[in-house]
């Protein structure tokens, strides 16, 4: 059971370029959910996904896709990254809406220069 | 914006002896959860309390809440050098369609 993985684990962007960050949890969770992580500001809300086929913007979406094709995954997408993207990104699954805890994956860090 | 701010931002102690986080909100809230966060890695859940608790227990961890305050509190009994961390609160505020994280505090406990 290997819970909620990400990947890469590491990436390095030039302004411009494009990029997706993958997501899988395999315990048959509904909800998933990106977060992106910045010294002193805890963690904020990207995109977030109710089940299979749907997203919703969370409290940061600008700049941001997302796409949910398979239970099980949760991509989400840069376009055209710029450098205040640069951040740890993480994403986590849960079992209910808001009231069960958050499982949390290990977390990409990208650099954009 | 965020809904929960935790104080202290930093706090080192010794082992064996008790750490207090805090943390205050701003809206009414459903529920409030508490997170770890060791370097480098992704989060893990504590505890969850919700609005019609006023106080959790599990295992060292002791958690209060009190609404008409708009805070909560985080109590680590006898820690241990393995507690050094950060430590979140989240909350899912009535008004929003997702859930708050504070800033978190960075607790260092020396061996």
């Known amino acids: 059971n290997a819970g909620v993985t990400q990947t890469p684990k590491f990436r390095v962007l030039k302004t411009g370029q494009s990029m997706t960050l993958l997501c899988a949890q395999d315990?048959?969770?509904?909800?998933m959910y990106w977060y992106r992580q910045d010294p002193g500001m805890g963690l904020r809300l990207i995109h977030y996904?109710?089940?299979?086929?749907?997203?919703a913007k969370g409290e940061v979406p600008d700049g941001y896709n997302v796409s949910r094709l398979k239970k099980q995954n949760f991509l989400l997408g840069l376009e055209s990254a710029a450098p205040s993207q640069t951040s740890v990104y993480f994403c986590?699954?849960?079992?209910?809406?808001?009231?069960?805890?958050?499982?949390f994956g290990p977390g990409t860090r990208l650099t954009v220069l | 914006s965020q809904q929960g701010e935790e104080d202290p931002q930093a706090l080192s102690i010794q082992e064996g002896e008790n750490a207090t986080m805090n943390c205050s909100y701003k809206?009414?809230?459903?529920?409030l959860q508490w997170y770890r966060q060791n370097s480098g890695r992704g989060l893990v859940h504590l505890i969850l309390?919700?609005?019609?608790?006023r106080e959790k227990h599990s295992g060292r961890l002791r958690v209060t809440l009190d609404t008409s305050k708009k805070s909560s509190s985080l109590l680590i009994t006898a820690s241990r050098a393995a507690d050094t961390a950060s430590y979140f609160c989240?909350?899912?505020?009535?008004?929003?369609?997702?859930?708050?994280f504070g800033a978190g505090t960075r607790l260092t406990v020396k061996p």
């Open positions: 309390i919700r609005s019609n608790e």
């Open positions: 989240a909350t899912d505020a009535d008004n929003n369609n997702d859930m708050r």
């Open positions: 986590a699954s849960s079992l209910a809406w808001q009231v069960d805890e958050q499982f």
């Open positions: 315990m048959n969770h509904e909800y």
């Open positions: 809206t009414s809230i459903n529920n």
């Open positions: 996904s109710v089940g299979e086929g749907t997203t």
